[in-house]
């Protein structure tokens, strides 16, 4: 278990706030969009839960309540929270944000999973979360989730067409292009997954 001061603890229950809020939001919105063009509820709750945006985010708001609570995890459950969550951020702004015009509370949604809570996630981690407890060794570990993501995503698109991602979608794109576009963001996991332990292994900071 990892060490968090109380104002530490503080930070962490106003960004699992914002994911809760986040969450409720995009998960309301999507019911009714889905149910206003003919889809069924459950079906919504499906998609909902297949998208990386709302599992990081959901994993973010979990572990960052057991902290405010005082249970933080291990070092290496906070970094793979910062990991999923900062990849969100920087794949959104990169390669999402450009395509679609979000309005009205799904702006709001928008900014709070793809903004606030990514930004807000990884200064609590930089600040608050003491270092020196990581490893490279435990990059592997941290890939399995998103690469398994991965696997499951095109899996499920290749039995019903239905992608979470157009940079994924091998129907439209093809499987040169998809494969290519997979080992990009497979290659994104990783170089992020290094800064994390590299700034965890850098000399002067605060240690657990």
């Known amino acids: 278990m990892t060490d968090i001061s109380p ?21 309301v919105l999507i019911i009714g969009t889905t149910t206003a063009s003919g889809g069924t509820a459950t079906r919504a709750i ?27 995890p291990a070092a290496s459950w906070l970094g793979a929270t910062t990991l999923y969550i900062a990849v969100v951020g920087i794949t959104y702004s990169v390669a999402l944000r450009h395509i679609w015009n979000p309005q009205g ?3 709001v949604a928008d900014h709070a999973l793809h903004d606030v809570v990514p930004v807000l996630a990884v200064l609590f981690w930089l600040v608050f979360v003491p270092k020196g407890r990581l490893s490279v060794r435990i990059i592997p570990f941290w890939l399995i989730f998103p690469v398994g993501y991965l696997g499951w995503s095109l899996a499920r698109g ?6 979470p991602y157009y940079f994924i979608d091998a129907g439209k794109l093809g499987y040169a292009v998809m494969a290519r576009n997979a080992l990009l963001v ?18 002067g900071q605060r240690r657990g």
């Not at 104002?7 to 998960?27: C, S, Y």
């Not at 290749?158 to 992608?163: I, P, S």
């Not at 497979?186 to 000399?203: E, H, K, N």
Request: net charge positive.
């Open 158 to 163: 290749a039995v019903d067409g239905w992608y």
């Open 7 to 27: 104002a530490g603890r503080l930070t962490a229950g106003v960004v699992a706030t914002a994911g809760f809020f986040g969450l409720a939001l995009q998960l």
């Open 186 to 203: 497979t290659a994104l996991f990783a170089l992020v997954a290094l800064a994390v332990v590299g700034i965890d292994r850098l000399p």
């Open 46 to 72: 499906f998609n909902f839960f297949c998208f990386f945006t709302i599992l990081s985010n959901a994993i973010v708001t979990a572990v960052l309540t057991r902290v405010a609570l005082g249970k933080a």
């Open 105 to 107: 509370w799904q702006l």
